[in-house]
């Protein structure tokens, strides 16, 4: 199995202080830092480019984690690579050529993860799960924080898990103390959570918590 990877959702964050934000949750153990890019045209709202995940990257070496809902995904691979995203994960529901954006993603050299809504059939990843690094489940509709976890994603977790034993399948949306478990039981092991972490008054505690959940759960 996959090792846990914690990843604060930097969405969370304040913004005006991004790097000091996420060198604070590199210290309280974070793996990764989870980066929401939205259009207002895939969702409704609009955040962060790849200047600054540029900037970002200028102070930390960490995994960054690059979410992409975006309705042309494709236009941004470059940029993103230049700018030094570690992963890119575009939304299976953006495109009609998958295959050409692994591809290109890879010869950009970023890691490669798709993404899916909740009303998604997860059965539209099966002929791709082993060409990419990572399947992120959306467990809240994208495009805003603070949604309430969705229990009835978790059945897509557990058959992609089933199938693809290898496979790293992060879950975000609704994280939290109270969901963890659910998600680690069902096969996930990459969680990403924003609020839960970053309105903790020990973010440490939280993300450790997280980890041992999904070890403990997944070993």
């Known amino acids: 199995m996959p090792s846990a990877k914690i990843a604060p959702s930097l969405l969370s964050s304040d913004f ?23 259009d ?5 709202n609009l955040t962060i480019g790849a200047p ?23 236009k941004w691979i470059d940029d993103f690579a230049k700018a030094g ?3 890119y994960c575009f939304h299976i529901e953006a495109t009609e050529a998958p295959l050409m954006l692994i591809d290109k993603i890879r010869k950009a050299g970023m890691k490669v993860g798709i993404a899916v809504k909740p ?12 060409k990419i690094d990572m399947c992120l489940i959306m467990t ?22 089933k199938r ?21 039981k069902a ?17 440490k505690e939280v993300i450790t918590h997280f980890r041992k959940v999904v070890n403990t759960e997944q070993g």
């Open 85 to 87: 995203a570690s992963l």
């Open 16 to 38: 005006a202080i991004l790097a000091s934000e996420a060198e604070r949750m590199v210290k309280n153990g974070a793996d990764w830092l989870h980066m929401d890019i939205m």
């Open 187 to 203: 096969g996930a092991n990459v969680i990403v959570a924003g609020s839960s972490i970053f309105n903790s008054e020990d973010p």
């Open 52 to 74: 600054v995940i540029k900037a970002l990257r200028r102070h930390t070496n960490s995994f960054l984690d690059c979410h992409l809902m975006v309705s042309n995904p494709e």
């Open 140 to 161: 809240v509709e994208p495009g805003f924080g603070g949604q309430k976890f969705m229990h009835d994603c978790m059945p897509k977790v557990m058959e992609l898990r």
């Open 164 to 184: 693809f034993p290898g496979l790293d399948i992060e879950v975000d949306g609704g994280l939290a103390p109270d969901t963890i478990e659910e998600a680690a």
């Open 119 to 130: 009303k998604t059939p997860i059965d539209l990843i099966y002929p791709l799960a082993d």
């Open 40 to 44: 207002g045209h895939f969702v409704p």
